[in-house]
């Protein structure tokens, strides 16, 4: 098991207060177990989601000021989704410090994307409170915003834009019904309808289900004026 140093080196940050550090890597699984002696990180995992929105935003609207919306959101929900935060998880060897449960622990909880990837936001945030906004801005441009090109090459992946924009409220509930299918098997089109708390949003069709939700939801999201028109 690595050293809480050995990450300090790795993330180029050295802490000031060690505690919201080992408060960051906490997660809840072991804060129940503690009996009220231990925090978990999830303040800080809601506070480090804004503070990465804010500093990817932020570039992206500086770096590319000919980029319309629809792109600069498209870019940012690739850089700060849970796969990015988890590879970068990977990279600092996160896993190796988390302090869970030891329900979670044996559940393979180590390896989990989406407990790694709520890590990195908690040590962002414990880094910004260390250290302020400077610190946390480094971290974030060296680890995460260094992958801002293949974001913008990638293809369009509407599921987790549309995702990302109901998110924006807290209780959303996106749900994507297979409406109809039509054809032979080997060439049949599925319909999808793409429905926010139960009211249709946008439509779609295609070669295979997932096809056709990618195409529901990027009429969902012109129909919520978050993706520029054809």
């Known amino acids: 098991m690595e050293t809480l140093e050995s ?18 890597l906490t997660h809840s699984s072991r804060a129940n177990e503690s009996r009220g002696r231990l925090q978990s990180n999830e303040r800080l ?3 480090g989601d804004a503070i990465l929105g804010m500093v990817t935003a932020e570039h992206l609207y500086r770096a590319h000021p000919d980029l319309p919306e629809g792109s600069l959101t498209r870019a940012r929900s690739i850089l700060v989704c849970e796969e ?3 590879e970068v998880a990977a990279q600092l060897h996160l896993g190796d410090h988390l302090r869970l449960g030891k329900g979670e622990e044996a559940g393979g909880g180590r390896e989990r994307p989406s407990i790694r990837a709520d ?7 414990a880094v910004y409170l260390d250290g302020g906004i400077g610190s946390a801005r480094r971290i974030i441009q060296r680890f995460i915003l260094t992958r ?14 549309l995702q ?35 009211t249709p949003l946008g439509t779609g069709s295609g070669h295979s289900k997932k096809e056709a939700e990618q195409a529901a939801a990027r009429v969902a999201l012109k129909a919520l004026g978050a993706l520029d028109p054809d």
């Open 7 to 24: 990450l300090q080196k790795k993330l180029g940050y050295t802490f000031q207060d060690l505690s919201l550090l080992e408060n960051a």
């Open 45 to 47: 995992e809601f506070l």
């Open 84 to 86: 990015s935060l988890a």
């Open 119 to 125: 890590a990195v936001e908690a040590v962002l945030a």
């Open 148 to 161: 801002e090109v293949d974001s913008l090459r990638r293809p369009r992946d509407y599921k987790t834009m």
């Open 164 to 198: 990302e924009v109901v998110q924006r409220e807290s209780g959303q509930i996106l749900r994507y019904v297979l409406t109809g299918e039509e054809g032979p098997d080997h060439n049949k089109r599925f319909f999808m309808e793409v429905n926010l708390n139960g």
